[in-house]
């Protein structure tokens, strides 16, 4: 067997890069890189924007997903005013 070869003699599939975390972010906030994003209050705004869109297309899950985001930068807020 040679280097790069899998068993079955086929060279094995590269998965896509992701960050650590396991979440890879919306295109819009790649897009627009980190800068527009920064503070904690611009990015509730942006998940919570994006949780209406997916619900009002029907994707109830990655809805969630994105309230999840929203009340994590909640909670970032909540400390960094304390």
Do not use: C, W
């Amino acid at each position: 067997m040679t280097l790069g070869q899998s068993r079955g003699g086929r060279t094995p599939r590269k998965m896509p890069a992701r960050n650590g975390s396991g979440f890879v972010r919306p295109p819009s906030d790649r897009d627009a890189g980190q800068n527009s994003l920064a503070d904690p209050q611009a990015r509730v705004a942006r998940y919570t924007s994006l949780a209406m869109s997916a619900s009002a297309s029907g994707d109830h899950v990655q809805a969630e997903r994105y309230h999840q985001h929203a009340e994590h930068y909640r909670k970032m807020l909540h400390k960094i005013g304390d």
